[in-house]
T-cell receptor, first 112, second 116 residues
Framework: GENVEQHPSTLSVQEGDSAVIKCTYS??????FPWYKQELGKRPQLIID?????GEKKDQRIAVTLNKTAKHFSLHITETQPEDSAVYFC???????????FGSGTRLLVRP | EAGVAQSPRYKIIEKRQSVAFWCNPI?????LYWYQQILGQGPKLLIQ????????DSQLPKDRFSAERLKGVDSTLKIQPAKLEDSAVYLC??????????????FGEGSRLTVL
């Protein structure tokens, strides 16, 4: 079955710096890759997603890149702000599988 | 638009007792998911419904966990008997996409279970 690995588990950056979180997936048939943000004690919420027919997608300070050959995708946050502090989860879903499999999460801390 | 509703928000029980969680998805959403999130880990899919049919329950410990989705709307997740390792947040989510293949998942606030 699909397996999603996420790194790093924790990330601390200075406000204004960039943050990068990386994920790899095992199922080459995976074609949908969302990223969720979970603030402390809150529900996970979708922040950006990408499908396998594109290599990059950007939404203001957030971007996601996908390398299908290497089976990895990354979340890039530029000009980080304290409110970006949260746990970020990547996920992957294949066309033949209905299951959305999550990574183990990255705890991002943005220091003021 | 109302979000995914879950209850109870918190539950503390002793091992070997039973517990039930309830979820009301967003109106019109065909797909409903139950995830288990253990502290410090990512959500793990327990069961996925398409309308009132089960699409995937391969990760559901069927000797103690059961779930149903009546009339393709509300869902309940039951644990009987509970074990210490069942302590987790149980997240319900729903998505509009009827194929279940893509589309944003909308999560509820979760039900936090503590088993003593």
């Amino acid at each position: 079955g699909e397996n999603v690995e996420q790194h790093p588990s924790t990330l601390s950056v200075q406000e204004g710096d960039s943050a990068v979180i990386k994920c790899t997936y095992s199922d080459s048939a995976s074609n949908y890759f969302p990223w969720y943000k979970q603030e402390l004690g809150k529900r996970p919420q979708l922040i950006i997603d990408i499908r396998s027919n594109v290599g990059e997608k950007k939404d203001q300070r957030i971007a996601v890149t996908l390398n299908k050959t290497a089976k990895h995708f990354s979340l890039h946050i530029t000009e980080t702000q304290p409110e970006d502090s949260a746990v970020y989860f990547c996920a992957a879903k294949g066309d033949s599988s209905y299951k959305l499999i999550f990574g183990s999460g990255t705890r991002l801390l943005v220091r003021p | 638009e109302a979000g995914v509703a879950q209850s109870p928000r918190y539950k503390i029980i002793e091992k070997r007792q039973s517990v039930a969680f309830w979820c009301n998805p967003i109106s019109g959403h065909a797909t409903l998911y139950w995830y288990q999130q253990i502290l410090g880990q990512g959500p793990k899919l327990l069961i996925q419904f398409q309308n009132n049919g089960v699409v995937d329950d391969s990760q559901l410990p069927k000797d103690r966990f059961s779930a149903e989705r009546l009339k393709g709307v509300d869902s309940t997740l039951k644990i009987q008997p509970a074990k210490l390792e069942d302590s987790a947040v149980y997240l319900c989510a729903s998505s509009l996409d009827s194929s279940g293949r893509t589309g944003e998942l909308f999560f509820g606030e979760g039900s936090r279970l503590t088993v003593l």
